[in-house]
């Protein structure tokens, strides 16, 4: 400090840490990169509250908030009182937020009340105003009763002015959810599918209708085809269209092309019990050879990625497109199951990317991209096994008919796997010699079994065979077995054990509900003793009810012996 009671400089500068000291430039353009982290910069020191603080000054209209979510009552109240009951509006409630936050909210603010409005105090004035003032593009509604005068005019009015739109449709007061009345939006026995279909013909095109109480609002006739899947896919316009419990479409124009047609996926949305009808696929005939590549062709592996990041949901789309484009996509492999006769789906494993079906329909908060989201695309083995990668992570099969064998094995041929879960009820010897045997050979690494019951000629050959393929095995029965029959007809397990060890298989793991006399103490003293004496890292479970004492554990070579109601040898590592 100098005799004039100033702090020098060279000393000020010293003792400033480097973010202090950066350019007014410098400083300005990390805001702009990453505007949520005001915030955290607020509270690094009061220089940099400060330079915040003239950085927003200069600017006014900078994005601090993504969202704004009000939820305390409260605060919910004093809107309510102020706005319904006084009566007295300056503007709206958006204004209001305007005014108190400033024009530096991002995609929007939601407002939720607890307490039942019913819509015609709002309809006008607080609805269609706002939204055409303050241009919003997502509107989400959750109604019980509505009594506007004409609520069907004033969806049509909404699709005007919003590009998607969610409707959630709850239980009327007093009146318990019927499934087969027909009800929605306060009217009920209307024929709805020729509204949505102009409603799509505006500026929608984005719609998601929750009617968990009375879904029959659209008849299952309507979803066949010559019917509202068809309108809509006239519209020549690209459509996402979900009403739970009853049908969920797509159509997603093909990429890099112009006056086409769509990519149509058609399934029923979850909790109900029906199958896929069919999956459609219109697009150009593209140059697969890749002999002449286009502009979005040579686009960098890199950047692809960031822009499937983006639209994932256009990532079996694209692998259509061209060989080139289908060897890109192949790099991060995803998951299949297969999960009945007529459809199988894979989930992409990745935790930044976002679909419009998997979270609330308004899309309002940045960070819902980086929460645990996959990918979900449900497509028929016959007709659009090509745009599934040649190889994936896990393959799960879960049916109930002996018949899906066949087409699951003609899946199967086509693609590369790592793991294989099976759950039948019975393993027969037919889904041994059709699925289980032609697998033996392939490079797997697990392979995990589920069944009720085992009716197959040699077992002791098929569980040999398949300790012969893969290092890790899982072995799961569901319902009792009897004392004759024992475990996969074996009444004593112990020397197949000691055989399937001295193959590939490494781990094995067998669990049962009820397992008498299929390990016994001879086998059991057998196995503690022989199988850590291998030279493999073994990793062993099995119910054991054999030993007089319990409890008791202890160590040989580097591997843990525990005799409990599980017999366990577990390799240190």
Sequence with gaps: MNTNGS??????????????????????????????????????????????????????????????????????????????????????????????????????????????????????????????????????????????????????????????LRIHQKPLSGFQADPGRSYLFGVSGLDWAPIIVEMFSGKLDKMWIMNMAYPNFIPPQYYQHNGLIDDLINLGKPIWFDAQKGVRFATDPPPAQENGDYFLRLAYASGTTQEVTNTLTRSFHYDHSGAMASHFESIPPDVMWMLLDHAPEYACALRLVSRSLKLVLTNTPPQVGYHSSRKFSFLQPTETRLLFHQCSIDMLSRLEKYDTKSVCCQCTVASDIDCLVRSVTKVGVYHEKTALCLDVLTMLKKIKFKSLTIEVHTISEQIAQRLLYPLIGVELESISLTASMVKINDPVKLLLDVSSTVGDLCISLKSQISRKKGLFGLSDWGPTILKMFSRKTDKLWIQILDSPGILSKSSADRIRERLQQLGKKIWFSMPCTAFDIRGHSYMDNNHWIINNTNLRIVHLS
């Design 7 to 164: 702090i020098d400089s060279a000393s000020t500068s010293s003792t400033q840490s480097r973010l202090e000291q950066l350019p007014s430039e410098l400083f300005s353009m990390l805001i702009d990169y990453a505007p949520e982290k005001i915030g955290a910069l607020r509270l690094a020191s009061g220089t940099v509250n400060w330079r915040v603080e003239e950085y927003l000054s200069q600017r006014g209209n900078v994005q601090i908030l993504d969202q704004v979510v009000i939820n305390s009552w409260l605060f919910e109240n004093k809107f309510y009182t102020f706005e319904f009951v006084s009566g007295k509006d300056p503007d709206s409630v958006l204004q209001l937020m305007k005014d108190m936050f400033g024009s530096r909210i991002g995609k929007g603010v939601r407002i939720r009340c607890n307490r039942s409005t019913p819509l015609h105090y709002v309809a006008k004035k607080h609805l269609l105003e706002p939204i055409r003032k303050h241009r919003v593009h997502h509107l989400a509604l959750t109604v019980e009763k509505v009594t506007v005068a004409d609520p069907v005019a004033l969806l049509k009015e909404l699709s005007t002015v919003v590009r998607s």
